[in-house]
Nanobody, 120 residues
Framework: QLEDSGGGLVQAGGSLRLSCAAS????????MGWFRRAPGKEREFVAS????????EYADSVKGRFTISRDNAKNTVYLQMNSLKPEDTAVYYC???????????????WGQGTQVTVSS
């Protein structure tokens, strides 16, 4: 089970940190990803991190602004979002995958989502 948190309302240029807490003892076996769905759009990839916290991947739209990290001791993955833009407004979801990917179909477990709203 994954529980997203940390969303909210922020002005453009501001920052937020999302958290995703996982239950169970197998968190360290899974690659983790963050996705988002903006109003009227399909869910899209934001960032991913392998189970050992190694090489991360980012969507071009967030590179240099967002950072994904994880703490396996706390069963938690984070998404630090800086320099937020109105177009970052979306529901953000964390997800777990046995192999990691930019594709939603590779992820078997999903959080409930947390709303991020960026005002201009």
């Amino acid at each position: 089970q994954l529980e997203d948190s940390g969303g909210g309302l922020v002005q453009a240029g501001g920052s937020l940190r999302l958290s995703c807490a996982a239950s169970g003892r197998t968190f360290s076996r899974y690659a983790m990803g963050w996705f988002r769905r903006a109003p009227g759009k399909e869910r899209e990839f934001v960032a991913s991190i392998p189970n050992n916290g190694g090489s991360t991947e980012y969507a071009d739209s967030v590179k240099g602004r967002f950072t994904i990290s994880r703490d396996n001791a706390k069963n938690t993955v984070y998404l630090q979002m800086n320099s937020l833009k109105p177009e970052d407004t979306a529901v953000y979801y964390c997800a777990a995958s046995s192999r990691g990917s930019v594709f939603t179909t590779s992820y078997a477990y999903w959080g409930q989502g947390t709303q991020v709203t960026v005002s201009s």
